[in-house]
């Protein structure tokens, strides 16, 4: 029989819930955005400035791209994964979730801010999948600059937009034919895309609906 985690009824319930807190935080969210921080979004220096303001608030992926996590992860049969940008761990979940169902692995998260790192410990432990996750506490930047696993088969961006291609730099030499990687809000990372959609030998990259970009790696 095929297992399916993500329909577990204490997954369901506790997704249900993490997505009714970000709906919930949405108003703070947008004062932030429309405020003249929201300048630091896209800097290559100020980042952390900019996700210290954010620290209570989730940011999750959208349901329709954790779904879609899931059947990537799924499909491809992955047992290594790596996440920039854990949050409170909904994307996390799904990533999990779906490795669970691949029979096991790994997922290796990152994040700075430490009140995060708790929440999304305190989520994965409730859905019981804190075993497949290891989460890297400080800069992804050099939390990724060392003891990665030898290939990584799913990637998903979702930190800081102005670091997708310094995070590329760091893992790209662990990407084989059919590495699959997922970034979030692409339309910030300028660098990030151009480098995916014009080196068509290595790479074929397409984009979403939802400000997504998929790419996958080819030689
Ligand atoms: C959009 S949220 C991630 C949401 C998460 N993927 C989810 O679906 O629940 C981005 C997160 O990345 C973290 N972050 C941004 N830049 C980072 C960096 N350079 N190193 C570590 N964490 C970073 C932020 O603190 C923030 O919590």
């Known amino acids: 029989m095929v297992t399916n985690?993500?329909?577990?009824?204490?997954?369901?319930?506790?997704?249900?819930?993490?997505?009714?807190?970000?709906e919930a935080s949405e108003s703070a969210l947008q004062a932030v955005a429309q405020s003249e921080a929201s300048r630091l979004m896209t800097s290559r220096t100020a980042y952390r400035e900019f996700y210290g303001l954010l620290r209570e608030i989730p940011l999750p992926v959208s349901?329709?791209?954790?779904?879609?996590?899931?059947?990537?992860?799924?499909?491809?049969?992955?047992?290594?994964?790596?996440?920039?940008?854990?949050?409170?761990?909904?994307?996390?979940?799904?990533?999990?979730?779906a490795l669970r169902d691949n029979g096991?692995?790994?997922?290796?998260?990152?994040?700075?801010?430490?009140?995060?790192?708790?929440?999304?410990?305190?989520?994965?432990?409730?859905?019981?999948?804190?075993?497949?996750?290891?989460?890297?506490?400080?800069?992804?930047?050099?939390?990724l600059g060392h003891d990665l696993p030898?290939?990584?088969?799913?990637?998903?961006?979702?930190g800081a937009k102005s670091l997708y291609a310094d995070i590329l730099d760091r893992i790209e030499a662990h990407l084989r034919p059919g590495s699959l990687l997922l970034a979030d809000d692409a339309n910030r990372c300028p660098e990030f895309v151009g480098?995916?959609?014009?080196?068509?030998?290595?790479?074929?990259?397409?984009?979403?609906?939802?400000?997504?970009?998929?790419?996958?790696?080819?030689?």
């Open 5 to 22: 985690t993500l329909s577990s009824p204490h997954i369901v319930q506790l997704l249900d819930r993490l997505f009714h807190e970000a």
């Open 63 to 97: 349901r329709e791209t954790g779904a879609l996590l899931y059947m990537l992860t799924r499909a491809a049969g992955a047992q290594s994964i790596l996440e920039f940008g854990t949050s409170f761990g909904v994307s996390t979940i799904y990533l999990a979730a």
């Open 104 to 143: 096991g692995g790994r997922i290796i998260t990152t994040e700075f801010e430490s009140s995060k790192i708790a929440r999304a410990r305190e989520h994965l432990t409730e859905a019981g999948l804190i075993d497949l996750v290891e989460i890297r506490e400080g800069d992804a930047l050099e939390t």
């Open 150 to 158: 030898d290939t990584l088969d799913v990637v998903l961006l979702d």
């Open 195 to 219: 480098r995916m959609r014009s080196d068509t030998k290595r790479y074929l990259s397409v984009p979403l609906t939802g400000d997504l970009e998929l790419s996958m790696r080819m030689c």
